[in-house]
């Protein structure tokens, strides 16, 4: 083959592999700010893979131009670290020693213990083609283009481990988390400066997320693959409740269950009755696994207890990948809203100091996941209501009832803000009115909220309904989220002990004033989605997936990574991609 006859089919195959394949989160990458390759001279004259290298990506730099200023949410194909890493290196070719090859090809095996597919990276493919070009005398053409190829898969497995495989702004349009103090820059040049150093097992070992919760995750992962190559938990007969006193085929089915999963010691796995042993196993299951926890094994925990192995390898999968969006070194003094779990919690120098209880949306009211910064608390809160609430909840209980706007301290006001009597407005055309809730112990949203900028109108506040708390299902709020204890989260907040201790605190709610107090320092706040935790013991437990977001994770989970396949080396041709790649 003539030198531009091989120079234009390695071009067009090239651009073929940029085109069509896709990057570590399937079709995009994050945005890495990029500085112009300094001292580039091309390669070297007696360098022939790297000229062929060359060769194939000079002509895709107008393809993919340089992004000179990182915005939130833009993205920039993987195509373009492929392009700076060889053009930093003048087209020097990476994947010559075969000790790198041999820790690439096991460390993408390896990626299925943190529930990524090890098919999506073609690791046979790649396997073939080293041994393919072993066996011959490879032309340059061909060793740029497993060179280039084992490039692309070594960034897409990492940013997959590191930042995760799915785009989570693709599937939630409220997403705005930014991988704060985590620069793209940074993880770039450590992935490039283990291969440099011949360490590419070490760039694996670091890529995910490092927190315990993540390594627990990743063990119960595990634990859980060896109960379905066993063949999976008992089952337990289902249609009757399984209640203390009772004795049969079925407690014994829920007693080697209740074995099976650590709730129950192996000793008493034999026996046939409900005794206080299987009561106090199912408590702990119940309260570990969200349900009511009344020691009675109904419908609800039955069906629970049922829930396949592998539909429960799949549930620590999505929420893993979650870890890799939302995992990152936060310092100092931070909220998280656990949504699924129904809790709150504060930390500071990455401890929880401080938990509680919470309320959250109903299903078809869910409360949003995002991140902002808590900015304000508003003592003796008034509630203007809204729109959705006055139009579905309100008017129809004022409609049946006359007085239930007095009843409950609401006043009514015009567009110009003049208070209505409510007795002269036709409910039945309620367009241009206000309702207010006056402050007090009754108000909708108690004597305290906290604030934070959003889109949604959502905050944390108290609430008179606290009976709720004590429910195990806390979707119960119109997507608010009801503190149990807020008055201690926000004397943790002002962290001020002398002028916002607790007594501070109660003399400011005295006054009775509406007032809003900034804080002295803002706060981060992350409303996050899991459906999954950790057990004291360590044990994986599993929360009902209250909104339904964990399948459409696990869809995207599951879709192949869009990579080049590659044919192995013959002795006039080079590598070439297939149709495959389309798929």
């Not at 409900?274 to 109904?298: F, N, P, R």
Request: glycine share 6%; hydrophobic share 40%.
């Amino acid at each position: 083959m003539g030198q531009l006859t091989r120079l234009f089919v390695i071009s067009r195959v090239f651009i073929m592999v940029f085109l069509i394949s896709g990057t570590a989160f399937g079709e995009t990458s994050p945005i890495m700010p990029e500085t112009p390759p300094i001292g580039v001279q091309g390669a070297a004259p007696n360098d022939v893979v790297g000229q062929a290298i060359q060769a194939v990506l000079e002509p895709l730099q107008s393809a993919f131009p340089p992004l000179l200023t990182a915005r939130r949410h833009q993205r920039l194909d993987i195509n373009r670290v492929v392009l700076d890493f060889y053009a930093h290196r003048n087209y020097r070719a990476a994947w010559t020693d075969g000790r790198d090859v041999a820790q690439l090809l096991k460390s993408l095996n390896d990626t299925k213990i943190d529930g990524l597919v090890p098919q999506d990276f073609r690791i046979a493919e790649l396997e073939q083609a080293r041994l393919a070009l072993q066996a011959t005398a490879p032309t340059p053409a061909q060793s740029a283009a497993f060179d280039l190829a084992a490039t692309r898969t070594y960034i897409t497995a990492l940013l997959q481990l590191r930042r995760g495989k799915v785009d989570p702004s693709r599937l939630d349009f409220h997403w705005n988390f930014d991988p704060v103090g985590v620069d793209p820059r940074e993880d770039m040049n450590s992935f490039f400066a283990a291969l440099d150093a011949h360490d590419i097992a070490r760039a694996f070992a670091l890529a995910p997320p490092q927190e315990t919760v993540y390594r627990n995750m990743r063990e119960s992962l595990a634990q859980l693959r060896k109960v379905r190559d066993a063949g999976g938990w008992p089952k337990v007969a289902e249609g009757q409740s399984l209640k203390p006193g009772m004795d049969g085929v079925a407690v014994a089915q829920l007693r080697a269950r209740l074995v099976a999963a650590g709730y129950l010691a192996p000793t008493k796995g034999k026996r046939n009755d409900y005794d206080d042993s299987v009561i106090a196993a199912v408590k702990k299951y119940q309260t570990e696994q969200y349900l009511g926890a009344d020691g009675v094994a109904g419908k609800t925990t039955l069906e629970a207890l049922n829930v396949p192995v592998e539909a429960r390898i799949d549930q620590v999968r999505v929420n893993m990948e979650r870890a890799r969006w939302l995992l990152y070194k936060l310092q100092g003094t931070f909220v998280v809203v656990d949504i699924a779990g129904y809790k709150v919690a504060l930390y500071r120098d990455g401890q929880p100091i401080w938990r509680s209880r919470v309320q959250v949306g109903k299903p078809f009211r869910s409360t949003p996941v995002f991140q902002s910064e808590i900015t304000y608390v508003t003592f003796n809160p008034t509630w203007t209501v809204p729109p959705t609430i006055l139009v579905q909840d309100m008017l129809p209980k004022i409609q049946q009832n006359p007085g239930y706007l007095a009843a409950n301290r609401i006043r009514v006001f015009d567009r110009q803000g003049n208070v209505l009597d409510p007795s002269t407005v036709d409910w039945s055309n309620a367009k241009g009115l206000t309702l207010r809730q006056d402050a007090g112990p009754e108000n909708s949203l108690g004597q305290v909220v906290i604030r934070f900028p959003n889109d949604y109108a959502i905050y944390l506040h108290d609430t008179p309904h606290r009976e709720l708390f004590a429910k195990s299902v806390r979707a119960t709020s119109s997507g608010c989220i009801r503190v149990e204890n807020p008055l201690q989260l926000v004397e943790l907040l002002f962290n001020d002990p002398v002028r916002w201790n607790s007594e501070g605190i109660q003399k400011q709610l005295a006054n009775g004033r509406t007032e809003n107090i900034k804080l002295p320092v803002k706060v981060p706040l992350l409303l996050a989605y899991w459906t999954v935790d950790m057990s004291k013991d360590g044990r994986v437990t599993f929360k009902p997936d209250v909104y339904g977001y964990d399948s459409p994770v696990l869809r995207e989970l599951n879709l192949p990574t869009k990579l080049p396949a590659l044919d192995l080396p013959r002795a006039d041709t080079a590598l070439v991609v297939t149709e495959q790649s389309k798929l």
